[in-house]
């Protein structure tokens, strides 16, 4: 008998060759070279689907970011309608798959938090109706030609209106959620962790909190903060209640959510106010939205694309349909950072070292700083732009560094003041401690095509506008 383990990159044993022949000692040591070959490629093959799967369901999640964040911006959007928007994104399983998701806000004297909305079903019967009709509906849209996703969205918008103007009631859960009035004295558990905290916690299955006997909960869910202009605006709160197997709140997963949670903030911070904002409040509100949402995203962005560098360099031969998704999922990135560029450059004084130290820590597991602290020398410039050019540059180094677990970047700012200040540049220097730019290659990565779907020296091109923007700024890249 011969036996092979096959394992996964990480030594988790994912199943077992087995071998048996009727005459003992029969197996060879070429048939065991032949036997581990196979546990091998077998592995790769397990490797191939689990990436796949994971490429698939990140590109819904940034396909369904960018749909809500289109309609949310359209106009003569009220809140009540945003953030309908929003919670339909979560739970369309065209987007993030949850089964019910309700937004809460302080009232107006920050006493106590208010349900304001939600989306899902109040019971388990509900939830059977309601994804039968859905599941009717997507055929007939698949027949169509319609687009899952867009169809909800509007509907959800439709229903918003009828609801506002009294022609239809609202759902059971939602009208739960608005007669939800949680005195900020009482509250306890994962509600009271995340307004004070300012944290994402998760309740698994099981576990006792607070929530549980207001909304009859019985799933995991979790608490997000809905934050503004460095207050709490409120909390997003997401379960799985009625599905029997529903995904993890994992750190990927969570990622996304918090991106949902910022939406939020958005929306309440641009259509909240007693007088509706003007065009360039909300569009100031918006490009201040999307920022965030890149920084919440920057790493996960990275971490999948350089997964997906990893599979094609491992096995260039069968990664069609990985190469497909792949793909597919980059366009949607690509898509989020150009519709996340404002027009125009907000350009403040501002420190070459503050900006710096604040990448640094939103990449604090991969990122640090030189402990040398530069003299204070104010230039011209735009933070946001800056750190999205930073974004690049780390996405550059953990693709060119696919599979070193121990990468690590550095930054630091030089100062040249002269006349007494008056005059100040500063010098960023970007490195980090992996292979570098092949010799051969250096053309290529600094090249660049304005082609549709030509990708090389992309980020590079993107760094370079905008260090041209800042006169007084040079980056050095080792």
Not at 382 to 408: C, F, Q
Request: include cysteine.
């Amino acid at each position: 008998m011969r036996r092979r383990s096959i394992k996964d990159q990480n030594g988790t044993v994912l199943g077992v060759i087995n071998l048996e022949h009727s005459v003992p000692g029969a197996f060879t040591e070429e048939d065991a070279a032949v036997l581990q070959t196979l546990a091998t490629q077998a592995s790769i093959a397990q490797a191939f689907e689990d990436l796949g799967q994971t490429v698939a369901e990140q590109a819904g999640h940034f396909r369904a970011l960018r749909m809500v964040a289109e309609r949310v911006q359209e106009p003569q959007r009220g809140l009540d309608s945003a953030l309908r928007l929003i919670l339909t994104g979560i739970t369309a399983l065209e987007g993030m798959g949850c089964s019910r998701a309700a937004i809460l806000m302080w009232n107006s004297d920050r006493a106590a938090l208010e349900g304001r909305v939600g989306i899902g079903a109040a019971d388990e019967a509900e939830a059977r109706e309601i994804w039968t009709r859905l599941g009717a509906e997507r055929a007939d849209l698949a027949k169509q030609g319609q687009d899952v996703l867009d169809f909800l969205l509007g509907q959800a918008i439709r229903v918003g209106e009828e609801i506002e103007t009294f022609q239809t009631a609202d759902s059971p859960y939602s009208r739960a959620i608005r007669g939800l009035d949680l005195p900020r004295a009482a509250l306890e558990g994962a509600l009271r962790t995340t307004i004070d905290g300012a944290a994402v916690v998760t309740v698994e299955a099981g576990d006792w909190d607070f929530l549980r006997g207001r909304l009859s909960l019985k799933s995991a869910f979790t608490c997000l903060p809905i934050k503004g202009s460095g207050e709490s605006l409120g909390v997003l709160l997401v379960d799985t209640e009625f599905q029997s197997a529903a995904p993890p709140f994992d750190k990927a997963r969570l990622q996304f959510l918090r991106a949902f949670s910022e939406m939020a903030a958005a929306a309440i911070m641009a259509y909240g106010a007693m007088a509706p904002p003007s065009n360039s409040q909300q569009s100031r509100a918006w490009e201040s939205h999307v920022s965030d949402i890149l920084h919440s995203l920057g790493a996960q962005i990275m971490l999948i694309q350089g997964a997906i560098k990893g599979a094609q360099n491992a096995a260039p031969d069968g990664l069609s349909n990985i190469a497909k998704m792949a793909q597919a999922l980059n366009s949607y990135v690509r898509d989020i950072r150009e519709y996340s560029r404002p027009n125009a450059f907000a350009m403040t004084d501002i420190d070459l070292a503050d900006v710096a130290r604040s990448f640094v820590k939103l990449h604090s597991g991969l990122c640090h700083m030189d402990p040398a602290p530069p003299p204070p020398c104010p230039i011209r410039g735009d933070s946001r732009r800056i750190v999205e050019a930073l974004n690049e540059l780390l996405a550059n180094s953990v693709k060119a560094n696919v599979g070193r677990s121990d990468l690590r970047v550095t930054l630091k700012v030089e100062s040249t003041c002269v006349i007494d200040s008056a005059l100040c540049w500063q010098r960023l220097i970007f490195a980090d401690n992996g292979v570098g730019i092949p010799i051969d290659r250096k053309g290529a990565v600094s090249a660049h095509s304005d082609r549709i779907g030509e990708n090389r020296g992309r980020g590079l091109h993107i760094v370079r506008q905008i260090l041209r923007r800042h006169e007084r700024l040079r980056v050095f890249i080792p």
